[in-house]
């Protein structure tokens, strides 16, 4: 056993403080931690994605991650993209399109494809393949996830051009 | 999935990263993007003691285009890499490799540094480097030193760097002439079941220079030095790819995985190398 570290994460622009071993991965923080368990574990060999967050502007596989390197930094969840009320414009898009069955590579999906949309604003069908084949779906096929950004990218180029 | 326990460091500079080294030997590892090392701490394939986080030691993240050479700081990530509209400029092979490396997840995180120190056979950026006759620099208690990258690969996970040595760059001579990095894989984010990466010049008599190293078809990346010479001073015509391919055969030693027998390995490894240097020659 190794001393514990004193970590602080902004998620979702809270700030949480607690002491850690230095082995525990970001992904058990999050979900046994501080009981943010949209991101899920997949595999063991950082293939899946479904851990997917964003750390500091970089969609992070938070499984291999520890959370002392990301110590101090500012992490969004599937949460902090929106809410039951509140759903962004992928999550509404996922919805719309059946982008999602059992729901649990979504988590990872959307919050990968947020970030993808904001480097790429107008993706290719074969640029969004690309930009997501870091994520893993057992369900879907990937067709109705890529109709499902598509048509968020849509909406969110609209409302930026009404916008403006 | 779960690690074994260890000491967390994050030094601010390089000294306290060789004190670190010093004290603990080869108990002690840096952790750059972590995406070899933690996968194989999870698996507890390696077991770390003492880890020494990189990400607050400066100077390690930068892109440094000279009239002649390039420096990629050991810490600049492959999405760093491939963003790099000025490096694609003078060295476009690096973006081509690193875009068929992992996946955008892995590629925020994982870096120059790490794929080439690491020392696994599958990893892309070895062999690159050993076709653009890269030099690696080694930091360690008695200083700087430079290892040329065809030097560096001893056998599996096998390297030149010392126990207590931090790789900390790659400087690259500028690349002349044509280029390709082609790359079979069963899927995306896997290590190749064979790829070759090609530099190749032309004069008005064909050919004039040529550089193929191959990579997970050994032990080690291969730089294929006869390969290359097999091209200079023909047209690059069938003959000519014959003979470049028969050469890299004669060079490489793959084994048996799951992607596929010897054989297999082989026959790909001579498909995928004339690909790459029939794209490169287009190109150069």
Redesign the interface.
């Known amino acids: 056993?190794?001393?514990k570290?004193h970590i602080t994460l902004t998620v979702n622009g809270k700030e949480e403080e607690f002491l850690a071993?230095?082995?525990e991965?970001l992904i058990y923080t999050l979900r046994e931690r501080l009981n943010i368990t949209g991101p899920h574990?997949g595999c063991?060999?950082?293939?899946c994605?479904a851990c997917?967050v964003t750390i500091n502007g970089?969609?992070?596989?938070s499984?291999?991650?520890?959370s002392?390197?990301a110590?101090g930094k500012e992490i969004t969840t599937i949460e902090g993209i929106g809410g039951p009320d509140d759903l962004h414009p992928l999550q509404s898009a996922f919805k719309e399109h059946h982008g999602l069955q059992c729901g649990f590579c979504t988590p990872g999906m959307i919050t990968?494809a947020a970030k993808?949309l904001q480097e790429n604003p107008n993706p290719t069908e074969a640029e969004i393949r690309f930009?997501?084949?870091?994520n893993i779906c057992r369900c879907t096929g990937y067709q109705n996830i890529i109709k499902s950004i598509q048509a968020a990218a849509a909406e969110m180029n609209a409302a930026k051009e009404a916008a403006e | 999935?779960?690690?074994?326990?260890?000491?967390?460091y994050?030094p601010k500079d390089m000294a306290g990263v060789i004190a670190i080294l010093q004290e603990h030997g080869d108990e002690a590892r840096v952790?750059a993007g972590?995406?070899s090392l933690?996968?194989m701490?999870?698996?507890r394939m390696a077991e770390v003691p003492h880890?020494i986080?990189m990400?607050d030691v400066g100077g390690l993240s930068d892109i440094e285009i000279g009239p002649d050479r390039v420096r990629i700081g050991a810490m600049v990530t492959q999405?760093d890499l491939i963003d790099d509209a000025a490096l694609a400029k003078v060295a476009p092979i690096l973006r081509e490799a690193a875009l068929q490396i992992?996946?955008?997840?892995?590629r925020?995180?994982g870096t120059v540094g790490g794929n080439v120190a690491n020392g696994d056979p599958g990893n892309d950026m070895p062999g690159l480097m050993q076709c653009l006759d890269a030099t690696f620099v080694l930091i360690g208690p008695d200083g700087e030193r430079a290892v040329a990258a065809r030097d560096f690969y001893e056998a599996a996970y096998m390297t030149a760097r010392e126990d207590e040595e931090v790789l900390t760059a790659v400087t690259i001579p500028l690349p002349k002439g044509g280029y390709a990095y082609e790359k079979q894989k069963r899927k995306?984010?896997d290590y190749a079941t064979a790829a070759a990466a090609v530099q190749i010049s032309k004069d008005q008599n064909g050919c004039s220079a040529a550089s193929i190293a191959m990579t997970n078809l050994s032990d080690t990346p291969i730089f294929s030095e006869a390969a290359g010479a097999a091209l200079v001073g023909t047209s690059v015509d069938d003959a000519a790819l014959k003979a470049a391919v028969a050469a890299m055969l004669n060079d490489i030693d793959p084994t048996e995985d799951n992607r596929g027998p010897i054989a297999f390995k082989k026959y790909v490894a001579g498909v995928i190398l004339r690909r790459a240097i029939e794209r490169a020659w287009s190109r150069a």
């Not at chain 1, 499984?63 to 520890?66: D, E, K, N, V």
């Not at chain 1, 930009?131 to 870091?134: E, H, I, N």
Request: aromatic share 6%.
């Open positions: 056993m190794s001393k570290m071993e230095p082995r991965l574990i063991d060999t950082s293939h994605g997917t970089k969609s992070v596989k499984c291999t991650l520890f002392a390197q110590n990968r993808l930009g997501m084949a870091g | 999935m779960i690690p074994a326990s260890f000491e967390y994050r952790l972590g995406h933690i996968p701490m999870k698996l880890l986080d990400q999405s992992a996946d955008p997840q892995v925020y995180m995306i984010g």
